[in-house]
């Protein structure tokens, strides 16, 4: 920028105007550059695509981000799937959740525990370093609490710090007691 301003004193307006231009053809890559080392964090591509991976033609899976919608906002877009939220009414979200009009994606542990324990396939995504609790609390956030009936045994994929966990045996990479 300051060398288009000394090329514009001198009356050089095709040298300021190209040196504007090789400037932000620098920005420009560099902002890529960037956008591509942070991938694995603003992007959930990867987790989506393992999602979409296992499941059947015809099949209706529940998709669940565990605590921030953020977190996982992606997968929505990517999968073209309405998703759930475990404990998420916090931050950006909390206030249009309790309109009587919300979609009813919102869940508790409680209400959670009987889609996971039931018949359709749950897949959940999560923080990778979520920690089984039994009482959790209202507190937000609550993306460093997994429900205690949730099996991290069953890891369909890990990206950017997040897993995304199933409640179906038979998508596990390795042998998982039935549920």
């Known amino acids: 920028t300051l060398v288009s301003l000394w090329l514009r004193r001198r009356n050089q307006a095709f ?14 890559h560099e902002a890529h550059r960037g956008l591509v080392i942070f991938s694995p964090v603003l992007s959930s591509k990867v987790l989506a695509d393992a999602i979409e991976s296992r499941w059947q ?11 921030d919608y953020e977190a996982g906002s992606s997968v929505n877009f990517y999968t073209h799937r309405q998703i759930r939220i475990l404990n998420g009414r916090c931050n950006n979200i909390w206030y249009g959740s309790t309109f009587p009009d919300a979609p ?4 508790d542990n409680l209400s959670f ?3 996971w324990r039931g018949s359709e396939t749950v897949f959940l995504l999560t923080a990778e370093d979520a920690k089984p609790a039994s009482n959790t609390s209202d507190a937000c956030p609550q993306k460093e609490t997994l429900p205690d009936y949730v099996d991290r045994s069953c890891v369909l994929a890990k990206w950017g710090g997040k897993v995304v966990l199933t409640n179906e045996p038979k998508l596990c990479p390795a042998s ?3 549920r």
């Open 15 to 28: 040298s300021a105007n190209m040196a504007l231009a090789l400037m932000m053809v620098v920005l420009l």
């Open 57 to 67: 033609q015809g099949q209706r899976p529940v998709i669940a981000v565990n605590g």
């Open 104 to 107: 009813k994606i919102f869940d």
């Open 113 to 115: 525990a009987k889609l």
């Open 176 to 178: 998982v007691p039935p």
